[in-house]
């Protein structure tokens, strides 16, 4: 059983010098095809003027509406500030076992944090967040194995402790080869 292909839409060029390099650790890790598109959209009818935020579930749903397909699990890929209304802010969410997902590297600069900006960090950190959106898409829910990039992450913090791999076990459940350890 093969998966779906994915779609990775960057709006609004979110890191534009590594959505190439996204696009091949991504299909790398679910042996796809990945397209990577990038449009314009206009962002502003999802700000909250609150919050300073973006409305993530609002946003999700125009992405699956406006370009999921049923053959194809889509990815929307903002550099703005995510939340959902029960949560402070979100680095990216999907639909479990849907169409469509997003994620945000708004959060994952370390320029947000005070340190030095880093295009490698920056890289390790947006592709683990995608992977972990598509791992939902595909039907994957959050994995309690050390390290696995399906674990559950609050803070970037626990983004840099996971690979930017699934574990086998949930490499099972989706059907891909099991890496063997070593």
Do not use: W
């Amino acid at each position: 059983m093969s998966l779906p292909s994915v779609q990775l839409i960057a709006i609004g060029n979110p890191e534009i010098k590594i959505l190439g390099e996204l696009s091949k650790i991504v299909g790398h890790e679910f042996a796809v095809p990945v397209n990577l598109r990038t449009i314009y959209m206009d962002l502003n009818p999802y700000f909250d003027p609150t919050r300073k935020q973006y409305n993530g579930n609002v946003l999700l749903r125009e992405i699956d509406l406006n370009f999921g397909n049923d053959d194809t699990k889509t990815i929307g890929l903002f550099a703005v500030d995510l939340f959902i209304p029960i949560l402070t802010y979100i680095f990216g969410q999907a639909y479990l076992n849907g169409r469509s997902g997003i994620a945000s590297a708004y959060r994952l600069r370390n320029e947000r944090y005070g340190l030095p900006g880093d295009d490698e960090v920056l890289k390790q950190r947006f592709s683990k967040e995608i992977i972990h959106e598509l791992g939902h898409a595909y039907g994957l829910i959050h994995c309690h194995t050390p390290r696995c990039v399906m674990q559950s992450s609050t803070y970037v913090e626990d983004i840099d402790q996971k690979k930017t791999a699934l574990c086998n076990d949930c490499r099972e459940k989706l059907g891909l080869v099991t890496i063997k350890p070593g």
